[in-house]
């Protein structure tokens, strides 16, 4: 028997009878898809020369409110604030009176400018309020020229204090505050009401 190798050998060293592994199915190519162009990132500020993707950018953003910035008016409480200040003015008005031994009409539109500026620096910037201020300055006036006259009338020797004068005998009160009154006091009456009208509207703005 020959020396030969069985099987024969091709040249090159390569096997005939050798299988060659299976190849896989080539499959179809899918076309790339496109690119989608550069959409800039919400957090980037273009403003300020750029930022790094998923970078913040406060500009995006609302700014917050600033620390102690003054809250808005409160019509209500302005109101309550208004009839605070009148009662308060009247109690001063009233020692006025008691202090020189007659009425003093500026004093009674200064009662409506203090009563304007309460009401329109807590109430705010509400249209009704201007009017709201000239019942209430009149008040404080009406209240205070009362407060003043039971201040007089209780220093008489035998006479009664001011608080039975306010709850006992209010109808003498009232009828000694009529008396006392004259033009010049109606006069300035209407003043303190208007002021009370023109403080609140400028205040408010």
Do not use: C
């Given at each position: ?91 001063i008005y009233g020692l006025l009176i008691k202090g020189t031994k007659h009425e ?102």
């Amino acid at each position: 028997m020959s020396s030969s190798n069985y099987p024969p050998q091709q040249p090159g060293g390569q096997n005939p009878y050798a299988q060659q592994p299976p190849q896989p199915p080539q499959q179809p190519q899918q076309p790339a898809a496109p690119q989608q162009p550069y959409a800039p990132s919400p957090y980037v500020n273009p403003q300020q020369g750029g930022a790094a993707p998923g970078g913040f950018n406060a500009g995006a953003y609302a700014p917050p409110a600033p620390i102690g910035a003054a809250p808005a008016g409160n019509p209500g409480l302005g109101v309550v604030a208004g009839i605070a200040a009148a009662l308060v003015a009247a109690v001063i008005y009233g020692l006025l009176i008691k202090g020189t031994k007659h009425e003093i009409g500026y004093a009674a539109i200064a009662v409506g400018a203090i009563v304007g500026f309460a009401l329109a620096k807590v109430g705010g910037r509400n249209p009704s309020l201007p009017f709201i201020g000239i019942p209430l300055a009149l008040l404080g006036v009406y209240l205070g020229q009362l407060f003043g006259i039971a201040l007089l009338i209780s220093d008489i020797p035998g006479a009664p204090g001011v608080m039975s004068l306010f709850t006992q005998h209010f109808s003498v009160l009232q009828d000694t505050w009529k008396d006392a009154m004259d033009g010049k006091d109606y006069f300035f009456f209407a003043i303190a009401g208007l002021e009370g009208f023109v403080i609140t509207k400028r205040v408010a703005g």
